[in-house]
């Protein structure tokens, strides 16, 4: 019996010996309708995204930019607008808001991340009410405690300074407060992923709660504590209406406040300071996402399904 041999398939749709052969590619109106208006949207979409990019970047490096002038793309390319920021105060309004939101960040990864391991691995009186608590507040926005908050921060600056009105460390305290419980939720559902198994394993060794809890388990919920303190620090990082209402200082002002100013007087706004501003702020942002992009889907996703 002889073996069986492939024909090889010629560019004219012909194997090697002149007989036609089945063509399974798509061709003309069959590939538009089932490929092609897919290559057609993200295009689209494409061009819808990076066009708007490239409208700032051209009027950060236009020293004499503006809303109208700066509609002809990098007619004019000067670096003049970043060196003349550091001259404003960005600098150190940069240096806050970095400051802020990675304190925060770490914070509501401890303090979240010591909430959901208290709440799946231990059966406490007032468990299920306390969860349904936290879901329940969270539901409403934190700004509707504005002014509660300033009342707050106003009566406390006179007993304690450091977490009074116009203090960078009270502005953290509220973003951690306000934090704590939609995270806890998020951490809460990856936690119970983790088989208690490994716990009763540990402590049969002679390991102590905290032993499990540093060694074992916070290993293993690595992606969510990723994902939980990233989004900490962008919801953070480009917040205003609650750090305009804790910080009254120039010297104190974050990124988000003191862009505002600059764009706030729309006659005489320097939107050239502004797009560089704009530009440079979102550098730490994007290296973040880089940087932590492998474990934000693993952390998003694991904790929706238990097993």
Same mark, same amino acid.
């Given at each position: 019996?002889?073996p069986?041999?492939?024909?090889?398939?010629?560019?004219? !749709?012909?194997?090697? *010996?002149?007989?036609?052969?089945?063509?399974?590619?798509?061709?003309?109106?069959r590939?538009?309708k089932?490929?092609?208006?897919?290559?057609?949207?993200?295009?689209?979409?494409?061009?819808?995204?990076?066009?708007?990019?490239?409208?700032?970047?051209?009027?950060?490096?236009?020293? /004499?930019g503006?809303?109208?002038?700066?509609?002809?793309? %990098?007619?004019?390319?000067?670096?003049?607008?970043?060196?003349?920021?550091?001259?404003? !105060?960005?600098g150190?309004?940069?240096?806050?808001?970095?400051? &802020?939101?990675?304190?925060?960040?770490?914070?509501?990864?401890?303090?979240?991340?010591?909430?959901?391991?208290?709440?799946?691995?231990?059966r406490?009186? !007032?468990?299920?009410?306390?969860? +349904?608590?936290?879901?329940?507040?969270?539901?409403?926005?934190?700004?509707?405690?504005?002014?509660?908050i300033?009342?707050?921060?106003?009566?406390?600056?006179?007993?304690?300074?450091?977490?009074?009105l116009?203090? =960078?460390?009270?502005?953290?305290?509220v973003?951690?407060g306000?934090?704590? *419980?939609?995270?806890?939720?998020?951490?809460? /559902?990856?936690?119970?992923?983790?088989?208690?198994?490994?716990?009763?394993?540990?402590?049969i060794? /002679?390991?102590?709660? /905290?032993?499990?809890?540093w +060694? &074992? =388990?916070?290993?293993?919920?690595?992606?969510?504590?990723?994902?939980?303190?990233?989004?900490?620090?962008?919801?953070?990082? !480009?917040?205003?209406?609650?750090?305009?209402?804790?910080l009254?200082?120039?010297?104190? %002002?974050?990124?988000?406040?003191?862009?505002?100013?600059?764009?706030?007087?729309?006659?005489?706004?320097?939107?050239?300071l502004?797009?560089?501003?704009?530009?440079?702020?979102?550098?730490?942002v994007v290296?973040?996402?880089?940087?932590?992009?492998?474990?934000?889907?693993? *952390?998003? +996703?694991?904790?929706?399904v238990? *097993?």
């Open positions: 019996m002889q069986t041999r492939t024909p090889i398939v010629r560019v004219d !749709g012909t194997d090697d *010996g002149g007989g036609p052969v089945n063509d399974t590619r798509l061709r003309g109106a590939w538009w089932e490929v092609g208006w897919r290559h057609v949207v993200g295009v689209v979409v494409i061009i819808y995204c990076v066009l708007p990019l490239l409208y700032v970047l051209s009027a950060a490096l236009n020293p /004499g503006s809303l109208t002038g700066s509609n002809d793309l %990098f007619s004019t390319v000067s670096f003049t607008n970043f060196t003349e920021l550091f001259h404003r !105060g960005f150190r309004w940069a240096a806050n808001s970095l400051i &802020i939101c990675s304190v925060t960040a770490i914070g509501t990864v401890l303090m979240g991340a010591a909430a959901a391991y208290a709440f799946s691995r231990y406490f009186r !007032g468990r299920r009410s306390t969860l +349904t608590g936290l879901l329940l507040v969270q539901m409403f926005p934190q700004m509707l405690a504005a002014v509660a300033f009342l707050l921060l106003l009566q406390l600056k006179d007993v304690f300074p450091v977490l009074g116009n203090s =960078i460390p009270g502005l953290i305290a973003y951690l306000g934090a704590l *419980g939609v995270n806890t939720f998020l951490l809460y /559902g990856f936690f119970n992923t983790v088989p208690k198994e490994l716990d009763e394993a540990a402590r060794d /002679g390991a102590s709660h /905290g032993q499990v809890y +060694t &074992i =388990i916070m290993p293993l919920v690595t992606p969510i504590l990723v994902v939980v303190g990233l989004l900490s620090f962008i919801s953070t990082y !480009g917040e205003f209406f609650i750090a305009s209402t804790v009254q200082s120039n010297s104190k %002002f974050t990124l988000a406040i003191g862009l505002y100013q600059w764009a706030s007087d729309e006659r005489n706004a320097p939107w050239g502004f797009a560089a501003g704009a530009v440079l702020a979102a550098i730490p290296l973040l996402f880089l940087f932590l992009q492998k474990y934000i889907v693993g *952390g998003l +996703t694991s904790g929706s238990k *097993g």
